[in-house]
């Protein structure tokens, strides 16, 4: 099963874990692990921070696996659960006053003028993180680096699909008009 997983498997395997089959969860948890850990990678500033939040997540989805509703795909059910998360972590740590986590990413982050041609995406990422929004930034994480559909992406926001489309083409503006030099020439290009 690849990465964003066999629907139809991952679907099987998210039923007999919602009526309580242990070795089925675990089975969805391997599947889905490395990546859930990839997406809070780009959300949460350390390793260790996503670490445990990806852990969480886990946990959490188990002891709501009785309630998990089938129509939704698990993979999208649990980067919700993720991202609710990892939000309440991020508001818990970030202070009224001072320096936000973004702020302290942005320091370390390569201007657009340092980056080459070569297309790293790391680095496009990064130069994402810095310039735009949270907000903005996820989407293009959840649609590039998650490869998710409208539809999901707004399950996992909690939007509707026509917002997401449309923040969505405004990220991808914001990044691209970040991305050219004076004279119009891209740096990087979005593919």
């Not at 926001?157 to 991305?179: I, K, Q």
Request: hydrophobic fraction near 45%; proline fraction near 4%.
């Amino acid at each position: 099963m690849s990465s964003t997983g066999d629907s139809s498997e991952e679907a099987a395997l998210a039923a007999r874990a919602a009526a309580g089959d242990c070795a089925a969860f675990e089975q969805l948890a391997a599947l889905h692990a490395g990546p859930l850990l990839r997406f809070l990678n780009q959300r949460m500033r350390g390793a260790h921070e996503a670490e445990d939040i990806a852990q969480q997540a886990l946990i959490k989805a188990w002891q709501a696996m009785p309630s998990y509703n089938p129509k939704f795909r698990f993979r999208t059910w649990l980067w919700t659960i993720a991202w609710r998360l990892a939000l309440s972590h991020v508001r818990r740590k970030t202070p009224l006053t001072g320096d936000t986590d973004a702020d302290a990413i942005a320091d370390t982050a390569p201007r657009p003028d340092q980056v080459s041609s070569s297309g790293d995406a790391g680095r496009l990422w990064e130069i994402a993180r810095r310039e735009l929004n949270e907000r903005q930034h996820l989407l293009l994480w959840l649609f590039y680096g998650e490869e998710m559909n409208l539809k999901e992406i707004a399950e996992v926001t909690g939007d509707n699909a026509l917002v997401v489309r449309v923040s969505l083409h405004r990220a991808r503006l914001a990044l691209g008009r970040v991305l050219k030099t004076p004279d119009g020439v891209e740096l990087l290009t979005l593919t």
